[in-house]
């Protein structure tokens, strides 16, 4: 690779994971380009009250997903879907304390409580952006259609809104390195339930995801079948349930009362659920399903064919349940100049994702070097077999801790005294998160259930 001072990389997205990534990648004096979709910084917690498209039903292929409302709208629709709206609704707050969330980057502001709307949230990436120089390198309202290596290069895709134009142009761009930090909150997975769509084709306003939840409104006396168990249904749950006659919340593997599997029948205004329970006079449906992994710009390293077992040692993303072949949820096994931030959950997202930024700039730099092709993948091999594949590959519920420690053992190996980076959470960010478990928010019970 070349020099640290002559190495492009490409970053896509500029939420929480891809500004801090950024930000260590210019500290470490890469040349980088950010790629937003949005005219703004911020990625989910940037609020709008423009709702997402509705999903198909049952969702799309993972290679394919939301990419399909962008590239059906004409002209004059594409310059408002270039940016698909986010899931943030009106009371979304952070499940995790800020006190976690905090980055080395940006200090919080003094007096930042505990859990905090998302325009708190918004403005802290935002001004850490500021700060560190990612705004001025950011491409907004773009989006990334097509990366692909060529030799010894990545290649981008992209296509920007141009006023003066009345359309979306295209740009080639070359990168020694790309590194995909756009989240996983934008591809929903609806489940294929026997008559859900079509009751979504006869009644479509009786039918959202979760996505496009904003607030209450519209649920007033209405009988409500919630599915899912994802925080975003909790939250949902809680406004509803106010104002609604009645709600039913079920979910196939967690602590409520009517489990759903995926062969539920369902009939316009019933369900039948999977014990055999009928649930009648349903009005309204809220699929709180979740998402699934999908990167139609890499379209090449998917498989949707092919289920998460049956995955080889090159493929990316097959039913999308997870992604494939990273080492420690990171660089991608067959070749490490792609990249990825922010995979994980169940973490304290802000500040995790940042080790992995580091982690990924010391790389790029030239810093630290990865472990042999074969070492990586008998540690991916064993947690395979611990973990199991699907979601819950992904999971790292208690592990931050350990997680950090190891990247950072790492990136720190041979490193100048002078240059050394944390050896993973600071004695302050473990003694705050001490305190804050055994004296929890009582407004916020995801804390304890996350227990990170």
Do not use: C
Not at 275 to 284: C, H
């Amino acid at each position: 690779m070349p020099s640290a001072a002559s190495r492009r990389v490409g970053v896509i997205g500029a939420g929480v994971s891809g500004v801090v990534t950024a930000a260590h990648l210019l500290a470490e004096g890469l040349d980088v380009t950010v790629f937003e979709r949005a005219p703004v910084v911020g990625g989910v917690w940037v609020w709008e009250s423009r709702v997402p498209h509705e999903p198909t039903y049952p969702s799309a292929k993972p290679s394919v997903a939301e990419s399909t409302f962008f590239e059906a709208a004409t002209n004059g629709e594409k310059k408002a879907w270039l940016s698909e709206p986010t899931p943030a609704y009106d009371s979304l707050k952070n499940n995790v304390p800020t006190e976690l969330l905090e980055t080395t980057l940006n200090p919080l502001k003094p007096g930042t409580e505990s859990f905090v709307l998302h325009n708190v949230l918004k403005d802290y990436i935002q001004d850490t952006a500021e700060k560190t120089g990612v705004t001025k390198n950011t491409q907004f309202n773009t989006r990334v259609e097509h990366v692909f290596k060529t030799g010894d290069k990545w290649k981008l895709v992209s296509s920007t809104w141009d006023e003066a134009k009345g359309e979306a142009v295209s740009k080639e761009w070359s990168f020694d390195s790309v590194i995909v930090a756009s989240g996983h909150y934008h591809a929903p997975r609806v489940p294929n339930i026997r008559g859900l769509s079509e009751w979504k084709s006869k009644f479509p306003s009786r039918i959202q995801h979760s996505k496009s939840y904003r607030n209450a409104n519209g649920y007033e006396n209405q009988n409500v079948l919630v599915i899912g168990g994802s925080a975003s249904s909790l939250d949902a749950v809680k406004e509803i349930v106010p104002v609604a006659k009645k709600v039913w919340q079920s979910t196939r593997g967690g602590a409520f009362d009517l489990p759903v599997a995926d062969s539920a029948e369902g009939s316009i205004g019933n369900a039948t659920l999977a014990d055999g329970t009928v649930i009648k006079d349903i009005d309204r449906i809220v699929v709180a399903t979740g998402y699934q992994f999908s990167l139609p710009f890499l379209v090449e390293y998917h498989r949707d064919d092919v289920k998460a077992p049956d995955a080889d040692e090159k493929v990316l993303v097959t039913d999308g349940t997870q992604l494939h072949n990273l080492h420690q949820d990171i660089f991608y096994i067959p070749d490490p100049t792609l990249i990825f931030i922010g995979v994980p959950f169940y973490t304290a997202t802000f500040s995790f994702f940042e080790f992995q930024a580091i982690a990924a700039a010391a790389f790029l730099s030239g810093k630290a070097k990865l472990p042999s092709v074969e070492a990586q993948r008998a540690e991916y091999s064993e947690r395979v077999k611990a973990k199991g594949f699907g979601k819950k590959f992904h999971a790292r519920l208690g592990e931050d801790l350990e997680y950090a420690a190891g990247l950072m053992k790492w990136v720190n190996e041979g490193r100048d005294p002078a240059d050394r980076k944390p050896d993973g959470y600071s004695e302050k960010w473990i003694a705050d998160r001490e305190r804050l478990r055994h004296n929890p928010d009582p407004k916020n019970s995801l804390f304890e259930k996350t227990k990170i």
